[in-house]
C-alpha cells in the first residue's frame, strides 16, 4: 500500500471525492463518526464540502426539527453532532472522563454536591417540554452564580442536550433541554463501558482506517491499553499492515483492502475543509497528510487544526473567509501548483464564501502566514487574518 492511495481511499469514505458525495446528511455524520461542533460553523462547512446540494436548514432540521442528530460532549471532552444511534456508545465510553472533569468544574465554582442535586433537580423540572437558554435558566432560578458548570454535568449525566441555537446559525450560545423530550425512546445508560469503547474503535477504524492505535487512542479520548484491548476483541476482523512514511503498524478492516485495491485515479481532487474538520482531526500521526515542515501552519498548540486546503488528501495550504464591505476569501499554498490546480481552488473559495455570507464574495491569494504555534490560542480561527 501507498500514502496516496490511502489518502484517496479515505477520500471517498468522508464524502470528499465527487463520486461520493451524496445528500444524505445523516448518514455524512454516521460515515464520519460525527461532526465536529466545537465551532457552530464547522459542521455547516463540513457538511457543504461533502453534498451535491446542501442548505443550512437542512442540518438545522435534522437536529432540531426530525431530532435525527444530537449536540453531545464525547470524544476528547469535545463537543461532536452525531447520530441518535452513535449518542449511547459515544455517552458510554467518554462518560467516566467527562463527568470527572465537570465534577471537578462544579467544586472549582464553589457548588457542594448537595447543591447541585438541588439545583439540577429544580432545572429538570423547569425544561420539561421546552429549552431555555443558560441566563433564561438562570434568571428563572434566582441563581446568583456561575450555572454553565451545572448544565455542563448535566448535559455530561445525559439528563440534558445542548438543543436549538440562541441566534443565527453561528451562534455559540444555544438552549438546552431534556435528553429524553428529544430522544424518549433513547437509552443512555443501557451500554457498559467495555462495549461502547469496543464500538467506538470499530466506528473509528470503519472511517478512518488504516489507522495506528495511536490514532485511535487521540481521537477517542482513551488510553492505549484500553484501545488495544478492543483490538484484541475485534482481532477477526481486522489485520495489520506497514505503510511508507507513516509511523508503526496500522490496523484496518478487510473490506478497506479491497476497495483500495478497487480505486481508480481520475482528475485531481480539490477540497476546502473547515476549521476542525473531521478529515483533520481523526489521527494524532498528521504526517499522513502534512509535511513536517508545515506543521505549525496548519495546527496549533493544542494540536487544533485550522481552515485547510486539500489537493488529493494532503494539506496543500489555508484558507480563511474575511468579511465585511467586500467579502473575501483569502488563499495560501505552501508549494506551488499547476495552473488548474489554482483556478479549481479559487473556484471553490468562491463557493464556500458565497454559502458563508450569502453573497458575492472574492478570492485573494496570500504569499505568507505567521506560523499558529507561535501565536496566541484561537488563532486557528483566522490563520490568514493581517495577510
Request: glycine share 6%.
Amino acid at each position: 500500500m501507498d500514502l496516496d492511495s490511502i489518502n484517496r481511499l479515505i477520500l471517498r469514505k468522508h464524502h470528499l471525492t465527487e463520486e461520493s458525495k451524496i445528500d444524505d446528511i445523516v448518514q455524512i455524520a454516521d460515515d464520519l463518526c460525527g461532526l465536529h461542533a466545537t465551532s457552530a460553523t464547522t459542521p455547516y462547512l463540513s457538511l457543504f464540502a461533502r453534498t451535491r446540494s446542501f442548505h443550512k436548514d437542512d442540518l438545522y432540521n435534522a437536529l432540531y426539527g426530525e431530532k435525527l442528530l444530537g449536540r453531545i460532549r464525547c470524544m476528547r471532552n469535545t463537543i461532536h453532532i452525531l447520530t441518535r444511534k452513535m449518542i449511547p456508545v459515544a455517552l458510554a465510553a467518554t462518560r467516566d472522563k467527562a463527568m470527572d472533569i465537570s465534577r471537578k468544574f462544579v467544586e472549582s465554582r464553589g457548588v457542594s454536591w448537595r447543591q447541585y442535586e438541588e439545583v439540577s433537580e429544580s432545572i429538570a423540572g423547569l425544561l420539561r417540554e421546552k429549552e431555555m437558554t443558560a441566563s433564561e435558566i438562570k434568571k428563572a432560578l434566582g441563581w446568583d452564580r456561575d450555572i454553565s458548570a451545572i448544565l455542563y454535568l448535566m448535559c455530561d449525566s445525559a439528563v440534558l442536550i445542548r438543543g436549538r441555537p440562541a441566534g443565527s446559525w453561528r451562534s455559540r450560545n444555544h438552549k438546552y433541554a431534556l435528553l429524553k423530550d428529544y430522544f424518549p425512546h433513547m437509552e443512555p445508560r443501557k451500554m457498559g463501558e467495555r462495549e461502547a469503547t469496543i464500538a467506538l474503535v470499530r466506528m473509528h477504524l470503519r472511517t478512518y482506517g488504516p489507522a495506528a492505535v495511536t490514532d485511535i487512542a487521540w481521537w477517542a479520548g482513551q488510553g492505549k491499553t484500553r484501545v488495544r484491548e478492543a483490538l484484541d476483541d475485534i482481532q477477526e476482523d481486522i489485520e495489520e499492515t506497514d505503510v511508507p512514511d507513516i509511523k508503526g503498524r496500522l490496523c484496518m478492516f478487510a473490506s478497506d483492502r479491497e476497495m483500495l485495491d478497487d480505486q481508480t485515479i481520475n482528475k485531481p481532487v480539490v477540497n476546502l475543509l473547515p476549521v476542525l474538520d473531521p478529515y483533520l482531526m481523526g489521527y494524532k500521526q498528521r504526517e499522513r497528510y502534512l509535511a513536517d515542515e508545515y506543521y505549525g501552519y496548519v495546527f496549533d498548540r493544542s494540536g487544533n487544526g485550522t481552515s485547510t486546503i486539500l489537493i488529493d488528501g494532503r494539506v496543500a495550504g489555508v484558507w480563511d473567509m474575511e468579511e465585511g464591505e467586500e467579502p473575501t476569501v483569502k488563499l495560501l499554498l505552501f508549494e506551488e501548483a499547476p495552473k488548474k490546480i489554482r483556478e479549481s481552488i479559487e473556484a471553490g473559495a468562491i463557493e464556500v464564501g458565497r454559502f458563508i455570507v450569502e453573497g458575492d464574495v472574492g478570492a485573494r491569494w496570500c504569499d505568507s502566514m505567521i506560523p499558529l504555534t507561535k501565536r496566541t490560542a484561537g488563532s486557528m480561527m483566522s490563520p490568514l487574518k493581517g495577510c
